[in-house]
């Protein structure tokens, strides 16, 4: 079998954790195709997906004959099979600049459930129109700011000194409030706008509806690109040759 590439995700483009494998991938500047499987019609959990991707979630990743899930497992298999200085460099070579971004990955992936719930990827990828956040995720926000701010003192700033897929990841978090209209220290907010100026961020969000709704505060949105949904991030890295692209799926962080 070849080394082909495919980065499976689901249609509607609104996992954060296909999110971040498709950044990694597209970071290191590895042609890949992208497949699209429909959650809302259980096609994940279909033997010959299943079963090769082991775990039957999306991301999945097949390189060559390879199969590989969990998203941050994908991102640092990328980083060791396309590593540095050939590819560029997505984790610090440095022990604890590497363990803080792990340190990140693993933090965004199991805490904030309030935010998470309250303010989905789905709803900011798929254009909806968020409510007021309980008081519950208020406190979430809050926590999540404080741990943000601690990360990034200006808007200018790296969780690791170099961009590295902690600040993908984190400013997907920050992300959600941010399109919603939240409150949020200006200088996170920015910095949060600025990580998602990266290519390969943009290439993700052109598949979605990201800047189409309204903030809970009643205003309209001001992403100024206004994207095109499952448009072609197809270039140099094809994407979505999943069947019914555009289909609203199974809610989901
Ligand atoms: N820990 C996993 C989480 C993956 C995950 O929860 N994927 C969701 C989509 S966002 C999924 O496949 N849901 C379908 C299901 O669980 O049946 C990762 O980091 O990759």
Known sequence: MSDEIVLYGNQGWTSPYVF????????????????????????HQRPEYRDPSITGRVPALRHGDFWLAESSAIDEYLEDAF????????YPAEPRARARVRMVQALVRSDFLPVRAERSTSQMFLGEKPKALSREARAAAERLHRIAVALIPDAGAHVAGQFTLADADLSLMLMRLVHAGDPMPPHLAAWARRI?????IRTWLVNTRYGETVTAGGAA??????????????????PASGRGAGKKPARKR
């Not at 950044?23 to 809302?40: H, Y």
């Not at 994207?227 to 140099?236: D, H, I, L, V």
């Open 20 to 43: 971040s494998a498709f950044v990694a991938l597209r970071e290191k500047g590895l042609p890949f195709t992208m497949k699209l499987v429909s959650l809302e019609k259980q096609e």
């Open 83 to 90: 590593a540095p200085p050939r590819y560029p460099r997505l």
């Open 196 to 200: 998602w100026e990266r290519p390969s």
């Open 221 to 238: 949105s001001s992403r100024s690109a206004r994207p095109r949904r499952a448009a072609p991030a197809r270039a140099k890295h094809p």
